[in-house]
């Protein structure tokens, strides 16, 4: 978009190690512990009309294992019961069963259009949840592995139309006012577009305030809606909740941007369905209100004044609309006309060119705002720095996976560079180095490209490797370059060699597919139907 300035992804090269030997396979064993889980995952396989590749992206590939960035060794899934169950690991020699810290209220067999449950660790202390029918949770959870503080309590629910999964979501506090903001994830079906797949990518940013400081209730206040075409491979809100982050293949454009929910949610629900009293648009230079007339009025019935803020329509001795405008206009050359459809067009022309006005009477709710397509692009590209002030073009850099570093930090993403696998920090806040390179997984875009059955991909938040898992029973490990014990030689180059790169091939004794795969410094967690897996890859802290 033509607000966005180009740049690039700024490589250290200090980080890159043109000499990489490669990897060496390892053939010492990986402890493996494997724990029966009382009841099966919570899967939710596809329908018979989610057929589209962005159906398989964002639900068929789901990773329904969930790792609590902000405590060390703690996955979390759900089962077909309803139960959010947590293994919290101390000990490997020691593991207890998956515990249950929360019920689903929702009887989820009930519901044949339900997508997965999705679970984000929004804070140390919150979690936001979604049982897959429509409906967010909101949970206070007390301080989670704490037996003393932990309570998983429901501080908000709410039903949000459509199925959807959650992203992302950041706690915010400001002025001692706490909201949380979540990022959800909908494939609408969209009935006019007669030559793609029939369905387009709905991002919904959805803020929650806790409204009274005496009371404990949280209400939605802002929802704004971002509308695309492939499944975003990535998305998070920036840590300030002033804009989003995403990686995608195709762009997304916002269609509904800041609706304010805090006084409508107090209209009753008739004044929501009333016929709007009159219609208004907006360009660059002016407006223009339109109003349907009744069939016996005529112009001798219609007194309209204009004021440099202020407006006033009285239709058959009935004031129709007065008050103060959002901005000043030429009252001088503003105008109205009754048209052939027995309407009244009102003419205002703006003294400020080039301003928004998000109203047109200061306060009035009578009326409803039509935009068309080209005005809802150019709103688009003037709220870009909701997302971001830059565009980068990632060409050829294949997106490989996603990982949280730093919970307080936007979640970091992994790019193929060259044969390198790179992995970048976004810091929103600064806008002269907003992608950070700060690791490099050596060789690891080529060898990744070989494996064609890879499902889920991984890395320890302390680089020290990565992973990947297929569909089926097989875990591959890379491991950071680590300093020889012997002494080895490069007999091409006649040198010796410091420090060898290891790969390690782990083979799980189960038949059911992986549905899910978490990585941590010291663990790989690896979920299946009826099993958790744990492959012990570090012992060091």
């Known amino acids: 978009m033509e607000v966005a300035a180009n740049c690039s992804l700024r490589v250290k090269r200090p980080l890159l190690d043109p000499r990489f030997e490669g990897y060496k396979l390892s053939l010492e064993p990986l402890p493996c512990y494997q724990l029966e889980l ?38 979390y899934y759900v089962d077909n019961l309803g139960r959010i169950m947590n293994l919290t690991v101390m000990l490997d020699t020691a593991l207890g069963k998956p515990r249950e810290v929360f019920r689903l209220p929702t009887d989820l067999i009930a519901y044949d259009d339900r997508l997965c449950a999705s679970i984000h660790f929004t804070s140390s202390t919150w979690v936001t949840l979604s049982d897959g029918t429509g409906r967010l949770y909101l949970i206070g959870t007390g301080e989670r592995g704490n037996s003393a503080s932990e309570k998983w309590e429901i501080m908000f629910n709410e039903e ?124 660059e230079d002016d407006l223009t209100v339109t109003v349907s007339l009744p069939e016996d009025c005529t112009k001798e019935d219609i007194q309209i004044q204009f004021l440099p803020d202020h407006v006033n329509v009285v239709l058959k001795g009935q004031r129709f609309l007065e008050g103060n405008l959002y901005s000043s ?49 150019a709103i688009a590209e003037r709220l870009m720095h909701l997302t971001s002030d830059e565009l980068v073009n990632l060409g050829s850099n294949q997106y490989l996976f996603s990982v949280i570093v730093d919970p307080k ?67 591959f490990i890379y491991r950071q370059p680590t300093p020889m014990s012997t002494v080895l030689y490069n007999r091409k180059e006649g040198r010796q060699v410091g420090q060898v790169a290891k790969q390690q091939v782990a083979s799980l004794e189960t038949s059911d597919p992986i549905l899910g795969f978490q990585a941590t410094n010291e663990r790989l967690f690896v979920l299946t139907t009826k099993n958790l897996f744990l492959i012990k890859v570090n012992t060091e802290n």
Request: hydrophobic share 35%; glycine share 4%; charged share 25%.
């Open 409 to 475: 930090e936007m979640p970091c993403f992994c790019l193929r560079h060259d044969v390198d696998a790179l992995l970048w920090q976004p810091h929103s806040s600064n806008q002269d180095d907003m992608w950070e390179h700060i690791a490099t997984f050596n060789a690891l875009g080529y060898v990744q490209a070989s494996k064609r059955d890879k499902k889920f991909f991984a890395c320890a938040p302390n680089y020290s490797y990565a992973a990947l898992c297929e569909c089926l029973r097989r875990v």
């Open 38 to 75: 009382d009841a099966a995952v919570a899967e939710v396989k596809l329908r018979d009309d989610q057929y589209t590749l962005e159906h398989m992206h964002a639900f068929g590939m789901y990773n329904y294992l969930h790792c609590d960035s902000w405590y060390q060794d703690s996955v």
């Open 160 to 283: 949000l139309g459509n199925p959807f999964i959650i992203i992302h979501s950041i706690s915010l506090l400001k002025a001692e006012e706490h909201s949380i903001a979540t990022l959800l994830l909908r494939i609408e079906r969209e009935e006019l577009d007669m030559k793609g797949s029939g369905f387009y990518v709905s991002l919904e940013w959805v803020t929650i305030n806790k409204k009274n400081k005496d009371k404990r209730k949280y209400e939605i206040t802002k929802r704004n809606i971002l509308h695309g075409k492939s499944v975003p491979h990535y998305a998070a809100i920036e840590p300030d909740g002033n804009g989003l982050m995403i990686v995608s293949y195709k762009s997304f454009t916002f269609v509904q941007v800041g609706q304010n929910l805090e006084e409508s949610k107090d209209e009753d629900m008739s004044e929501k369905i009333k016929e709007p009293l009159y219609y208004w648009q907006q360009t």
């Open 329 to 377: 206009i030429d009252h001088e050359s503003s105008t109205w006309i009754i048209k052939e459809n027995n309407s009244l067009e009102i003419s205002l022309i703006k003294k400020n060119e080039g301003l928004t006005w998000p109203e047109l009477v200061v306060g009035d709710k009578q009326g409803e705002f039509i935009r068309d397509s080209a005005q809802c692009a």
